[in-house]
């Protein structure tokens, strides 16, 4: 289970937003109930928000998920030279694939609107 996203839900209570990786099939969700993504939504996002990630970046790994075919998402958290806070980002790499670096806040919306829209349904 990787943590991609956490917020103060209406009652100033923090939640947070998971992907699992189970049986080949990613799923998003809460630690009590998650659905599952269309094959292929990591890759999609990742390809239209993602940016090559850059190796020297200074960067403290937080956490990773081993996905099929020997790629992994990797949660990192950044502090460029002109922030206060650092930041969180989403590393998709794999054999043969540019690594792909994202916000995690972006992706983590990006694939819950997939949820929300596909259902859990197969795509």
């Known amino acids: 289970m990787l943590k991609i996203r956490e917020f103060a839900d209406t009652g100033g209570v923090l939640s947070a937003i998971y992907l699992l990786h189970t049986d080949g099939i990613l799923k998003i969700g809460s630690e009590a109930a998650s659905v599952a993504l269309p094959e ?12 090559p990630f ?17 790629r992994m998402l990797r949660h990192v958290r950044h502090l ?11 590393v998709y790499e794999g054999p043969e ?27």
């Open 40 to 51: 292929n939504a990591l890759a999609v996002v990742m390809a239209r928000y993602g940016a």
């Open 80 to 90: 460029a030279g002109y922030d206060v806070i650092a930041r969180d980002y989403l």
């Open 54 to 70: 850059d190796p020297d970046a200074p960067i403290a790994d937080v956490a990773s998920l081993v996905l099929a075919d020997g």
């Open 97 to 123: 694939m540019t690594p792909l670096c994202a916000l995690s806040t972006t992706v983590a919306r990006a694939l819950e609107h997939l949820a929300s829209v596909y259902g859990g349904r197969s795509a």
